[in-house]
Structure formats: C-alpha cells, structure tokens
C-alpha cells in the first residue's frame, strides 16, 4: 500500500527548538517518550531527567531529518549531552500540526 499526499517541510533547527521548547513548558514535568524509549535499554543508564536536561540544552542535528511515510511525520537527530555531560543522542517524532513531539529512542553516542 503507497500513500500520496503532500509531505510537509521539515523544521529547521530553530523551528524544531521553539517547537520543542514550548512543549516542554506546557508539560514541564515529563517528556512524552515511548515505551522502547523509557524501558527498552535501561543499561543505558539513561533516565527522562538526562532527556528533558538534552532537549532543554542548546543540541544541534546530528544528521539529516527523515520523513516516516507510515507515520506522516518527521523524525529528527538530536545531538546533545546528557546531566552528567556525556554525548547523547535523542531521536524525536514531531507532530507539527499539533505542536508536539514523541521521544522514539535515546543513547550515549
């Protein structure tokens, strides 16, 4: 099955920082994250406070936004560190028509 129909512009990095920016403040207390993300990799030994400190800092893309046909929405490379300061890379599926993002996956690079 192939589905057509007009694929958004993706979000620069500014767009996605305010996007994500002010998600965060209508829900300070958590990030929305997926089950894989939160428990998939506990030995990863990375908790949603290292997420929400990563997307609270100043990340930049790590590569190239990905569009997700199935999905309808773009994935996004975020490179940035965790509170301890190591190097972490968080994966976010953005829903930019309701101004929010999912955290797919996270881990130390």
């Known amino acids: 099955m192939s589905i ?7 979000l ?12 965060l403040e209508n829900r300070p207390e958590s990030a929305n994250e ?10 990863r030994g990375l908790s949603q406070d290292d997420v929400i400190h990563g997307l609270e800092r100043n990340w930049k893309f790590d590569r ?4 997700n046909k199935d999905e309808w ?8 560190e ?3 300061g190591d190097d ?6 953005v829903d930019t028509l309701n101004r929010s993002f999912e955290v797919l996956t996270r881990w130390r690079k």
């Open 88 to 93: 972490l890379l968080i994966i976010i599926a």
């Open 82 to 84: 965790s509170i301890d």
């Open 12 to 23: 620069t990095e500014e767009g996605l920082r305010s996007l994500v920016r002010n998600a």
């Open 34 to 43: 997926t089950f894989h993300a939160r428990f998939g990799h506990l030995e």
């Open 73 to 80: 929405q773009w994935k996004y490379y975020l490179a940035t």
């Open 64 to 67: 190239k936004p990905v569009f």
């Open 4 to 10: 057509e129909g007009y694929i958004p512009s993706c």
